[in-house]
């Protein structure tokens, strides 16, 4: 499960561009939510938007600080923890970007009102609501109805904020096992369960110890089993997913005008 040596490169690249892109991302960010005109807009591209974008380059620094990507020994608990925590700050911070960039749209343009007026309930200023969309700029209703950014949105975006905020949280799992180590930790566990603490302390101790002693680093995350869904490979999901908020925001900054449809 972890990185070959041309992938923990190409992550390094990866992560010394985004850090050098994200200082003009954002102060495009500030220069375009000072230009709005409408109060509401503006609160909602400078203190929402732009803040959220440091968030994520924040988190991104310290989940690469505490797991590196060429990393082979498991995360001690604490640290597994706190990358956990930054995971989940930053998931629900790339969501919470496309809600206030739908936010400003909404406001900036006067789309809230009655349906018969042509207007949009709240709950409708979505970025991915075809009501909503219909409203845009023609360029970037075309980008947003891309098959590729609405997969990324609904299988990954919404899927993880939505089991993040209500079902069960992304989790990091302690280790990777190979075959051997599977097989091993197997029959430990069978062994187990023919035990009891008064009898066999010391030996339940020292099958334990060797659990915990298997297998590797894991850079895979999930946020359910049951659900069968899709785990991802943390370091290239952050660089993808702040990659994918930053050519949205652009085209959004690009194209904020004109919303005839």
Known sequence: MNYSDETIEEIKKQLSGLLIRHNDLFLRTVRFANQLKNDRAKEYALHGISRRLNI??????????????????????????????????????????????????????????????????FREVNLFNK????????????????????????????????????????????????????????????????????????????????????????PLFVHSFSEKVQPFYLHLQILADYNTVEDMLLQIIDNFTNTSP
């Open 56 to 121: 994520l380059r924040r988190c991104a620094l310290r989940i690469f600080e505490l797991f590196p990507a060429n990393r082979v020994d498991k995360l001690i608990d604490d640290d597994r923890q706190d990358v956990t925590i930054y995971l989940h700050a930053f998931l629900i911070n790339i969501f919470g970007i496309l809600e206030n960039a739908a936010l400003a749209l909404a406001y900036e343009h006067d789309m809230f009102g009655s349906k018969s007026q042509g207007k949009l309930h």
């Open 131 to 218: 009501r909503f969309q219909s409203l845009l700029n023609p360029k970037l209703r075309q980008y947003l109805v891309n098959e590729k950014i609405c997969k990324w949105y609904q299988d990954y975006a919404k899927n993880y904020r939505d089991a993040l905020a209500h079902r069960i949280p992304p989790y990091i799992a302690p280790a990777a096992l190979k075959k051997a180590d599977q097989e091993r930790f197997k029959v430990l566990s069978e062994e187990l369960q023919g035990l009891t603490y008064e009898k066999n302390l010391e030996r339940i101790d020292a099958i334990y110890s060797e659990q915990i002693s298997l297998g590797s680093s894991n």
